[in-house]
């Protein structure tokens, strides 16, 4: 029985979306959507949506936030370039029974840019902002002791001056602990497989009084009203739609050191088919807590792709009355564009 609904669901999952050419590289709104999310995803080169538990798996696969023990928050900050700032934050509790709920934002702040016209070609003085953000609201349940469900509502919003764009997009994840080839006996220690859909949504469309201008419908004809009002049409845009399918293993397990590896296949509407790997060594430290060593490798057999081999660390320290601190840190390559660095914090309760 568990098998069959394991292949339904994979089965439905890959023949949801058709397969997309990757002559649409380009034609999405609000990209920083495909951006990830904390230090310990990015660190595993993306590959997540089978391994993400707790709060910060809601940006990955809603269902793992059904794993949420307790209560948590996380808070993330990535610097980019040319004055890019992200940050992501999220706060989840547990009631026992009915499910886990969350609340996530994600925004990014483009910075001051100077307004430049065809007259003033070094600029006017003046500046102007560009922001982005998605407002998420998440739920998620364990159906069986081996199978979740996750789901979020977001509102997506972007602005750029004074236009703006608006969208509203829902994420969808499983989670299945199948059990197998488990060196425990225990389920959660076995092959364990993600998926999950996230930007099924509205199409995006900029709106604004930046669009309104003058317009001379006679440029040839004297006498005639030269000042007519007139605006500018934009094009809907689609989300970035993005399926992750992906499987995790733990080959090592013991009382002081745990081996995961995990890889995912990508399938969005806007590229090429890709695949990211991870792999995450934890070394418990007695009453103390764990130390995490992480790397990965993101977007591989994507042509032309900036992406390429990902690091980084983690500590998660016990506190009292069962709390615990978790520190994360992840060091991003990005080709031509530079190298990046991803800071995580998070509190658990």
């Known amino acids: 029985m568990k098998e069959r609904i394991i292949l339904v669901i994979a089965v439905f999952f890959t023949l949801l979306f058709p ?4 002559n649409r590289v380009g034609t999405t709104a609000a990209n920083f959507l495909e951006i990830g999310m904390s230090s310990s995803a990015i660190s595993m ?7 993400g538990r707790g709060i910060e ?3 990955w696969n809603p269902a793992g936030l059904a794993f949420m023990r307790g209560n948590e928050v996380t808070f ?3 610097p980019w370039l040319v004055d ?8 989840g509790i547990s009631i026992p029974s009915i499910g886990n709920f969350a609340l996530s934002l994600t925004q990014v702040n483009y910075g001051d840019i100077p307004v430049t016209t065809v007259a003033y070609q070094d600029g006017t003085g003046e500046v102007y902002t560009a922001n982005e953000y998605s407002l998420g609201m998440s739920y998620a349940r364990k159906l069986t002791t081996w199978f979740s469900f996750g789901a979020s509502v977001k509102l997506i919003s972007s602005q750029i001056w004074h236009c703006t764009a608006n969208a509203f997009a829902v994420d969808l994840g499983v989670v299945v602990n199948t059990g197998f080839f488990t060196v425990s006996g225990e389920r959660g220690d076995g092959l364990t497989i993600g998926m999950s859909i996230s930007n099924y949504g509205t199409k995006m469309k900029y709106d604004g009084i930046d669009l309104l201008n003058p317009i001379d419908i006679s440029p040839d004809e004297a006498g005639n009203y030269g000042d007519t009002e007139g605006k500018f049409e934009t094009e809907s845009w689609e989300l970035p739609l993005i ?3 992906g499987v995790s293993y733990k080959p090592i397990v013991s009382s002081y050191q745990n081996l995961l590896l995990s890889v995912d296949a990508i ?3 806007n590229n090429t088919e890709y695949l990211n790997l991870g792999v995450q060594y934890e070394l418990k430290v007695f009453t103390l807590g764990s130390l995490f060593l992480r790397g990965g490798y993101k977007a591989l057999f994507m042509p032309y792709s900036e992406y390429g081999p990902t690091f980084g660390f983690g500590l998660k320290i016990r506190m009292p009355r069962e709390s615990r601190l978790t520190i994360d840190y992840a060091y991003r390559r990005l080709g031509i564009l530079g190298n990046y660095n991803v800071y995580t914090i998070g509190f658990g309760l």
């Open 19 to 22: 397969q997309q050419k990757p």
């Open 45 to 51: 080169g993306d590959a997540y949506v089978s391994v």
């Open 57 to 59: 798996a809601v940006y």
């Open 76 to 78: 993330s900050y990535q």
């Open 84 to 91: 890019i700032n992200l940050i992501h934050a999220a706060g």
């Open 243 to 245: 399926f992750r399918i």
């Open 267 to 269: 399938h969005p509407n």
